[in-house]
């Protein structure tokens, strides 16, 4: 029998996509999941309970319950990401919640980035799974066998982690479930846990034909890092400084680049999967919640069809390739841009020195 | 003097430095391709100790590739005796802890987790209760505010160094100082003894990449163009400034009241002459 290499973990937004996401290919589900009380306090739009804006968490109780049975009738495990990075005053809420869905038996563990969530719930005896998000920035063995020692059972690599770190830091480490991200969502020219600029979003509500009322916290700020470090760029909003001499400086090719649209995205990774078949199983993450469930049913299925294809033996890199052109020809990924070395995140080039 | 702030003195290169200083910093917090040589570490080890001054050395996150230099770096410094390490990356703790025990870990300012963006002040103090009409292409948009609560703004006054349970976590493991940024508000830092904390000045981190290349418009990989220049980002809404050098975007904020620095608790002050790269 063929090991199986890699798991997909697919985005759960609704309990209609249990089946959907079933269908497609999908051997596990993560989502959000929060309580009236705490989005009273830190509200869901600023991205704080857990990495996500309004609309892609279940914030209703028993449609989490329903949805989590109904993922275990259909052998999907699930896991409740609880990634943000709390305080003080957020604790006793906050494992109240985590209280509640423990006790579920579809829920097979929890994702969190921090450090002090973590201690607290090896503190208060929790029995179920703990992965390290992206958030918690183990680009390394070392950190890896950190959060081991503390108890974690899975480690979500930073997006920015190339092909060849990934192997490394694998072989190298205790044997840990690991997992990458995969047709990921524009995002991220910032490493996920070490970006502190603000998020903010809201959910619209179109509420008749005439008028579209929005309730807004008006930022008036871009709604992300990326865009609104694009944005101020693209309009020359800058000036130029000598890094040694720190006096203003004048350069019409740096201007003329930064007036271009720029793309601070990632692409879809699918090439870097040739170069891990061989480790240990990875749980390959499409980013999503809060996504349109036809398209990610659509990424779930092709990126299913593109392993088959890949666990083949004697298949060659650019056969594999070649085939994930072809079965992704007619889905819009990254963005809808041409594949370039300068969009994916498990390329190298970003990281290479060039002296 | 016993409630004397110590001052420290980030340098990068040897005409940073300032005589009134206490303790030197060196190193780099962003970047592993920066991670200075050994015998470029030599040399400034030497040149704080000649100067009789204390040497903070401060560590990126790393990958294996990164963590392997720092490795080298720390066997050095654990051989003269002692020196304080900064660190970023929980591996590289994990690596002094097991391996180097002359060393004092220093929990550095990626790992506190303050929400930095000085952006949000505005929204905070000066938007709440904000209403606005627009009218576009024939449809009436009507946006109904919605002020933030008062439990946001205290969310983002504080980090997770404020939660006992991680504070005897670090204590517990050695580690007995942690940095933070100064924020563009009022911060709340309730962090209890024996810990201490260090405030870096004026610059605050608010992001960090690997992919340099899409910072700095150059497209490509690492080519230390943040030794050659830097943007200065100059946001109208905020009024506040960013700076965006290598792989890093900075704000700065004025240097706090020694009053302020008091009831925050901060002991040590790591001022910046220039963006720290």
Same mark, same amino acid.
């Given at each position: 029998m063929r090991k199986e290499y890699f798991r997909i973990?697919?985005?759960?937004?609704?309990?209609?996509?249990?089946?959907?996401?079933?269908?497609?290919?999908?051997?596990?589900?993560?989502?959000?999941?929060?309580?009236?009380?705490?989005? *009273?306090?830190?509200?869901?739009?600023?991205?704080?309970?857990?990495?996500?804006?309004? /609309?892609?968490?279940?914030?209703?109780?028993?449609?989490?319950?329903?949805?989590?049975? *109904?993922?275990?009738?259909?052998?999907?495990?699930?896991?409740?990401?609880?990634?943000?990075?709390?305080?003080?005053?957020?604790?006793?809420?906050?494992?109240? @919640?985590?209280?509640?869905?423990?006790?579920?038996?579809?829920?097979?563990?929890?994702?969190?980035?921090?450090? @002090?969530?973590?201690?607290?719930?090896?503190?208060?005896?929790?029995?179920?799974? &703990?992965?390290?998000?992206?958030? /918690?920035? /183990?680009?390394?063995?070392?950190?890896?066998?950190?959060?081991?020692?503390?108890?974690?059972?899975?480690?979500?690599?930073?997006?920015?982690?190339?092909?060849?770190?990934?192997?490394?830091?694998?072989?190298?480490?205790?044997?840990?479930?690991?997992?990458?991200?995969?047709?990921?969502?524009?995002? /991220?020219?910032f490493i996920d846990g070490l970006c502190s600029f603000f998020h903010c979003y809201e959910k619209y509500y179109n509420l008749d034909n005439d008028t579209l009322v929005s309730l807004?916290?008006?930022?008036?700020?871009?709604?992300?890092? @990326?865009?609104?470090?694009?944005?101020?760029?693209?309009?020359?909003?800058?000036? &130029?400084?000598?890094?040694?001499?720190?006096?203003?400086?004048?350069?019409?090719?740096?201007?003329?680049?930064?007036?271009?649209?720029?793309?601070?995205?990632?692409? @879809?990774?699918?090439?870097?999967?040739?170069?891990?078949?061989?480790?240990? &199983?990875?749980?390959?993450?499409?980013?999503?919640?809060?996504?349109?469930?036809?398209?990610?049913?659509?990424?779930?299925?092709?990126? *299913?069809?593109?392993?088959?294809?890949?666990?083949?033996?004697? &298949?060659?890199?650019?056969?594999y390739i070649q085939k994930c052109k072809e079965l992704f020809s007619g889905i819009s990924i990254n963005n809808g841009r041409r594949c370039t070395k300068f969009d994916c995140y498990f390329s190298p080039h970003w990281v290479r020195y060039e002296k | 003097m016993k409630n004397k702030i110590e001052k420290a003195i980030f340098i990068t290169e040897e005409h940073d430095f300032k005589k009134n200083c206490d303790r030197i910093y060196f190193g780099n917090e962003f970047c592993q391709n920066l991670i200075p040589s050994l015998d470029t570490l030599k040399r400034f080890y030497d040149f704080a100790f000649k100067r009789k001054k204390q040497f903070t050395f401060v560590t990126p996150y790393v990958t294996d590739f990164g963590l392997k230099i720092v490795e080298d770096a720390l066997s050095f410094l654990n051989q003269q005796g002692h020196a304080e390490i900064v660190f970023n990356d929980w591996g590289v703790f994990k690596l002094m802890k097991d391996n180097f025990s002359n060393l004092s870990p220093v929990l550095g300012r990626l790992l506190t987790k303050q929400r930095r963006d000085p952006r949000m002040r505005k929204i905070f103090f000066e938007k709440q209760g904000f209403t606005e009409t627009i009218d576009s292409e024939g449809e009436r948009t009507v946006l109904i505010p919605r002020p933030t609560p008062q439990t946001l703004y205290q969310h983002f006054q504080t980090s997770l160094i404020n939660i006992p349970l991680f504070q005897k976590f670090l204590v517990a493991q050695g580690i007995m100082r942690l940095e933070i940024d100064n924020l563009a508000w009022e911060m709340d830092i309730r962090v209890k003894k024996p810990l201490k904390v260090t405030l870096y000045i004026p610059y605050g981190y608010v992001a960090t990449s690997r992919k340099c290349g899409k910072l700095n418009l150059t497209n490509r990989s690492c080519a230390k163009k943040c030794q050659g220049y830097f943007f200065k980002i100059k946001d109208k809404i905020s009024c506040f400034d960013f700076y965006s050098i290598g792989n890093t975007v900075f704000y700065k904020t004025e240097h706090p009241s020694y009053a302020y620095l008091k009831k925050i608790g901060v002991t040590r002050t790591v001022y910046q002459p220039r963006l720290p790269f």
């Open positions: 973990l697919a985005p759960l937004t609704t309990l209609e996509d249990v089946e959907i996401l079933k269908e497609a290919g999908a051997d596990e589900l993560y989502c959000g999941y929060v309580t009236e009380e705490l989005t *009273k306090k830190w509200p869901l739009a600023f991205n704080i309970l857990n990495r996500r804006g309004e /609309g892609q968490s279940f914030e209703d109780y028993e449609i989490f319950k329903e949805t989590a049975e *109904k993922a275990r009738k259909y052998n999907l495990p699930v896991y409740v990401t609880f990634n943000g990075l709390y305080t003080h005053k957020q604790y006793p809420l906050l494992l109240e @919640c985590i209280r509640q869905i423990e006790r579920l038996p579809g829920v097979k563990g929890i994702i969190v980035a921090d450090v @002090c969530l973590l201690l607290a719930l090896r503190k208060n005896n929790f029995k179920k799974e &703990i992965h390290i998000s992206a958030g /918690g920035t /183990g680009f390394n063995s070392s950190a890896i066998n950190f959060y081991a020692g503390l108890g974690a059972q899975r480690i979500i690599f930073p997006r920015e982690t190339t092909v060849h770190e990934i192997r490394e830091a694998v072989i190298k480490s205790t044997k840990i479930d690991t997992e990458i991200f995969i047709l990921s969502e524009p995002c /991220g020219g807004s916290y008006n930022t008036e700020q871009e709604k992300c890092g @990326c865009s609104f470090y694009s944005k101020q760029m693209q309009q020359g909003n800058f000036e &130029i400084f000598d890094a040694r001499t720190q006096k203003q400086i004048e350069n019409r090719v740096l201007r003329s680049i930064a007036a271009r649209p720029a793309h601070l995205s990632f692409g @879809c990774n699918l090439c870097g999967l040739y170069d891990l078949k061989d480790l240990p &199983i990875i749980g390959l993450k499409i980013v999503g919640r809060g996504t349109n469930l036809p398209y990610v049913s659509e990424l779930v299925k092709t990126l *299913k069809k593109t392993l088959v294809y890949l666990l083949k033996r004697n &298949i060659t890199r650019k056969n | -």
